[in-house]
């Protein structure tokens, strides 16, 4: 079921116009000029190269006045969309090879990094980066300021419990692997957190389609702009 998920989806026109650099160990496409503020984003399955994510990437450093980063993760092994498309990818070796033990250490000498340059952190997260927001704004941590889940992927109840700061959810109306228990136990817990929490469904389109929705198609292009709008006015009210 997860890979059939991850395997819809389009490619999205325009050119990226930020340029490619080194963050801690990680590639990164940087674009954006605020030396005050900063935006990670913890890409999904198809990685830092991914034109929709590098495009998303240029409109938050525009709309949202900010310094934005994606980063590769996977170092160089990314999902390729035409290899998930002809059934040809191992989604479960990929997901063994990138687990949480080896990409959360990695993620939070990023952020350090970037908490050394920043006055503020905010975490933009899609799929598979959902689990890693999660944990980088939990209890104690003092890492991030605010994050944002769309469509997330392996999450739990106790990476839920523990989220701490501000927190926006992007929710298509279907995802089978953001389950509906998850999302009870989310918006169960999260009001009670003491910070701010936001929770923004989206009829009409499934998982992954905030960063690979179809333009062409007049409910999707709604959506993901709408998705991309309610991102910006987040990190703009609460960065």
């Known amino acids: 079921m997860v890979g059939q998920c991850c395997s819809t989806g389009f490619t999205w026109d325009g050119k990226p116009v930020g340029s490619e650099t080194k963050l801690a160990s990680m590639d990164a496409y940087v674009t954006g000029d ?11 399955i198809f990685g830092w190269k991914l034109n929709n994510t590098r495009l998303l990437a240029d409109h938050f450093a525009q709309e949202a006045n900010a310094t934005v980063y994606l980063v590769d993760p996977f170092e160089g092994g990314a999902v390729k969309v035409e290899d998930m498309n002809n059934g040809k990818f191992d989604l479960n070796g990929f997901i063994a090879k990138n687990n949480k ?4 250490p990695a993620y939070e000498a990023v952020v350090k990094e970037l908490k050394a340059k920043y006055k503020k952190i905010g975490i933009a997260s899609y799929c598979y980066g959902g689990w890693t927001a999660a944990q980088l704004g939990g209890k104690g941590k003092n890492l991030v300021d605010v994050i944002h889940l769309a469509h997330p992927s392996l999450l739990t109840n ?31 817990v999260l009001p009670k957190s003491g910070a701010a929490f936001k929770w ?3 009829p ?7 960063t690979r929705g179809d333009p062409s198609n007049d409910t999707q292009r709604k959506a993901l702009e709408k ?3 309610d991102t910006v006015d987040w990190f703009n009210s609460q960065l």
């Open 227 to 229: 998705a991309k709008n």
């Open 34 to 44: 605020n030396k005050d503020r900063t935006i990670l984003i913890c890409p999904d």
């Open 204 to 210: 009409g389109v499934a998982h992954g389609f905030a």
């Open 200 to 202: 923004i469904d989206f």
């Open 101 to 104: 033990e080896k990409l959360y």
């Open 158 to 188: 106790e990476l839920l419990d523990g989220i701490a700061v501000p927190a926006l959810f992007i929710v298509p109306e279907t995802d089978p692997i953001f389950t509906s228990e998850l999302q009870a136990h989310a918006k169960e």
